[in-house]
T-cell receptor, first 110, second 113 residues
Framework: DAKTTQPPSMDCAEGRAANLPCNHSTISGNEYVYWYRQIHSQGPQYIIHGLKNNETNEMASLIITEDRKSSTLILPHATLRDTAVYYCIVRVEITDKLIFGTGTRLQVFP | DAGVTQSPTHLIKTRGQQVTLRCSPKSGHDTVSWYQQALGQGPQFIFQYYEEEERQRGNFPDRFSGHQFPNYSSELNVNALLLGDSALYLC????????????FGNGTRLTVT
């Protein structure tokens, strides 16, 4: 079973920030939070990951709460091409066994 | 820099047949994992290969087997195909050095009739 809980769908206006929440209340100390997205008919695309500090890269920002029980992925200026299913995953270090849930379907509208 | 490449992109097989799917990892990566994604579901982990050996396995029957070659490329074999094996098969690669993100290919769409 997936160790994360995400809303099934969200909408966001183009140009606005998209904030995607994720609950991972049973996360362990050695587990990282990973975010991937999957555009229709493509493989999952890596976005960002973190352990306990907030992280930012060219695609997004990741905010992890101090107790590490939840996190938020932020796409600062959503575009139509950001329409996808977004997966939040907890990953034990040094394992490639990612447990995907059903993700959040983000729809960006004009 | 080529990412993860998979072949073929689409495949149609008949029940009971056998299939082989292929994957070339991203340059610099030495670990390959395979995932199965049924329609409308998230990907499910099949197994992982490192140094030409299966290192970890998910909840899949022995009909699913794999191989990794010295150049790190990999094959997924499925025997005695069932209708329920119809899915998108994804290959992911990573570097076995610390917490390296997995990079996925675009998959092989297998249809079993």
């Amino acid at each position: 079973d997936a160790k994360t809980t995400q809303p099934p769908s969200m909408d966001c206006a183009e140009g606005r920030a998209a904030n995607l929440p994720c609950n991972h209340s049973t996360i362990s100390g050695n587990e990282y939070v990973y975010w991937y997205r999957q555009i229709h008919s493509q493989g999952p695309q890596y976005i960002i990951h973190g352990l306990k500090n907030n992280e930012t890269n060219e695609m997004a920002s990741l905010i992890i709460t101090e107790d590490r029980k939840s996190s938020t992925l932020i796409l600062p200026h959503a575009t139509l091409r950001d329409t996808a299913v977004y997966y939040c995953i907890v990953r034990v270090e040094i394992t490639d066994k990612l447990i995907f849930g059903t993700g959040t379907r983000l729809q960006v509208f004009p | 820099d080529a990412g993860v490449t998979q072949s073929p992109t689409h495949l149609i097989k008949t029940r009971g047949q056998q299939v082989t799917l292929r994957c070339s990892p991203k340059s610099g990566h030495d670990t390959v994992s395979w995932y199965q994604q049924a329609l409308g579901q998230g990907p499910q982990f099949i197994f992982q290969y490192y140094e030409e050996e299966e290192r970890q396995r998910g909840n899949f029957p022995d009909r699913f087997s794999g191989h990794q070659f010295p150049n790190y490329s990999s094959e997924l074999n499925v025997n005695a195909l069932l209708l329920g094996d119809s899915a998108l098969y994804l290959c992911a690669s990573s570097s076995d050095r610390g917490n390296s993100p997995l990079h996925f290919g675009n998959g092989t769409r297998l249809t079993v009739t």
